[in-house]
DNA sequence: TTCGGGACGATTGCATGCAAAAATACCGCA
DNA sequence: TGCGGTATTTTTGCATGCAATCGTCCCGAA
């Protein structure tokens, strides 16, 4: 089969790239849920591709952590248990520890007023009920304070390591209570950010996410 | 030119896990510098294998920071700015506060046996100034330091961090005084280990990275 | 009925071919 | 000689073919 040139975006150079996003996110969005076994000629019919890229795609995610490939037998979506994903949490409050106090001396005020808005933008998705907006932005809330730090190794490894156990996260605000109390947190959050008081935003992101992986694990079990 | 089944140890199914880490090997030993262009067919007739399984490898040390790939223009080792390095030192530093206070908890007799054993092959690399068998025990005591945490996401994301800039922090010990004061510091890292004191270990552990850095980025500059 | 084994089909691992893109060499012109 | 543009070579990106391996089904014997 051959590729014609104005099918789809995927320009040549960048069909490994693409397709590596695509299953990424099929597996953090739950599509591909874990233990899955990931048969390739079933996504290269799905993605419209040829074996190769989608086997470097693959081994990519297999480096994220997000799949495990035997040899000869195939590639399966990586199921952790919560063990597991608490020593995930355990290295990302570590890392927001760090990034906290950065970004509290480096931020700039487009920075905080980034964060700013996605928090509007979050609490609207949050009035709507809309759980997988909510969810898209609160990542995108984190992962700006600590890109606020200015490291980019911080940023790089705490992306990884956030997307890893996302999946397992978005259990937590089923309960409504829940999710209100993470609202006024990430209020908190927020204040702590814009003031740029370094030390009560690493213990406020702490707390946030204890208490959110608590609800996950609660609702999990 | 097809692979007889009798040419090297390479069975199939990890061929292109095998390749990974000959790259890499090359690279953090600095056979490849930073900035090299990385031809695939020369690769290809030195590692004696087809593309597919370099190209594999290439796109996995790609995830790793190893190598950066232009899509259509072929893939370079990554050069880091003194900055870039202080920035994952900056992260290492974090890992290890971590690291440090879950090691002395959890760290069982075997071992703290195993680092006090290493510490004391790498006494004697220093005392014959086999400065690569030294660099290679000082990566690996870190490690199981860190290993001692019983934290799985913490020991990958600390091997990967300090995979990508082991051939940057390698200049450190050219400086015999300083050599000899990293041996020292080393002795007070065992000691505070063995007695599990966390704090204290965390605490040496930050002086003991900051200093050999400084070290090192006054070698290379 | 259940267990073992062998044949068949499905699936993976790797090599290779071909086309697109980039790098390089070449040539005419000023 | 220096420069711009084009032809040629090299290199990369992707698709595909073939062989090895794994999984499964079926059959016969206990």
């Not at 947190?185 to 213990?203: K, S, T, Y």
């Amino acid at each position: 089969m051959t590729i014609h040139p104005e099918s789809e975006g995927a320009t040549r150079g960048r069909r490994s790239a693409v397709v590596t996003q695509q299953v990424r996110d099929m597996i953090t969005d739950g599509e591909l849920a874990p233990g899955t076994r990931i048969n390739e000629r079933v996504l290269v019919e799905r993605l419209n591709i040829s074996r190769t890229p989608l086997r470097e795609a693959l081994k990519i995610l297999e480096g994220e952590g997000l799949i495990a490939i035997r040899p000869n037998a195939g590639a399966t979506v990586v199921e952790l248990s919560p063990e597991d994903v608490e020593a995930s949490i355990e290295v990302l409050v570590g890392l927001e520890a760090i990034g906290a106090e950065l970004a509290a001396e480096r931020a700039t005020e487009a920075d905080i007023a980034e964060v700013s808005r996605l928090q509007a933008e979050m609490v609207a998705a949050y009035e709507e009920r809309s759980l997988m907006t909510y969810f898209h932005l609160n990542q995108e809330i984190h992962q700006k304070i600590i890109d606020a730090a200015r490291n980019p190794a911080l940023s790089r490894v705490y992306a990884g390591e956030s997307t890893r156990i996302r999946r397992y996260r978005f259990a937590g605000n089923r309960d409504l209570e829940r999710w209100a109390r993470a609202i006024r947190e990430h209020e908190q959050i927020l204040d702590a950010f814009a003031r740029r008081e370094g030390p009560l935003l690493r213990e406020l992101l702490r707390a946030h996410h204890l208490a959110g992986w608590r609800a996950a694990r609660a609702a999990i079990e």
